[in-house]
C-alpha cells in the first residue's frame, strides 16, 4: 500500500515562502514519478507540479512557473514544493500524488489527474494579504 504523507503548509504572509515535504512509502520511491495538484475553496482541484523518477524533468502549471520549484531526494523518498512570492491565490489545500504509470511519457500527461493513482491527505497553505 502506498502512502503519501504531507506537511509543511501553515499560514504565511503575502510575500512569503513556504517548502512543502511529501514523504512516501510502501514501494520502490524512486521508479515513479511525483507531482502536487491543489484546491482552492470554492474550485476545481488543479495540477501544480510534477517531476520525473530521477528528478532529470520537471513539468509546472504556468500559474507557478518561476515561483514554484519541484524537487526530491530518493535517499529520503521525499519530493518537495519550495513555493515563493506567495500570494492569496496560492491559498488552497496541496496533494502530493505518485502514479502507477510508467514516467518515459511524464511529459505528454503530467497534468492528467486521472493518471495519479495515490494522493496523500492533503496540506493547507493559507496566505494572508
Known amino acids: 500500500q502506498v502512502q503519501l504523507v504531507e506537511s509543511g503548509g501553515g499560514l504565511v504572509q503575502a510575500g512569503g515562502s513556504l517548502r512543502l515535504s511529501c514523504a512516501a512509502s510502501?514501494?520502490?520511491?524512486?521508479?515513479?514519478?511525483i507531482g502536487w495538484f491543489r484546491q482552492a475553496p470554492g474550485k476545481k482541484r488543479e495540477f501544480v507540479a510534477a517531476?520525473?523518477?530521477?528528478?532529470?524533468?520537471?513539468y509546472y502549471a504556468n500559474s507557478v512557473k518561476g515561483r514554484f520549484t519541484i524537487s526530491r531526494d530518493n535517499t529520503k523518498n521525499t519530493v518537495y514544493l519550495q513555493m515563493n512570492s506567495l500570494n492569496a491565490e496560492y491559498t488552497a489545500i496541496y496533494y502530493c500524488?505518485?502514479?502507477?504509470?510508467?514516467?518515459?511519457?511524464?511529459?505528454?500527461?503530467?497534468?492528467?489527474?486521472?493518471?495519479?493513482?495515490?494522493w496523500g491527505q492533503g496540506t493547507q497553505v493559507t496566505v494572508s494579504s
Open positions: 500524488v505518485t502514479t502507477l504509470f510508467p514516467d518515459v511519457f511524464l511529459r505528454l500527461w503530467f497534468s492528467t489527474e486521472g493518471r495519479y493513482n495515490y
Open positions: 510502501g514501494r520502490t520511491f524512486s521508479n515513479y514519478a
Open positions: 517531476i520525473t523518477s530521477t528528478g532529470g524533468s520537471t
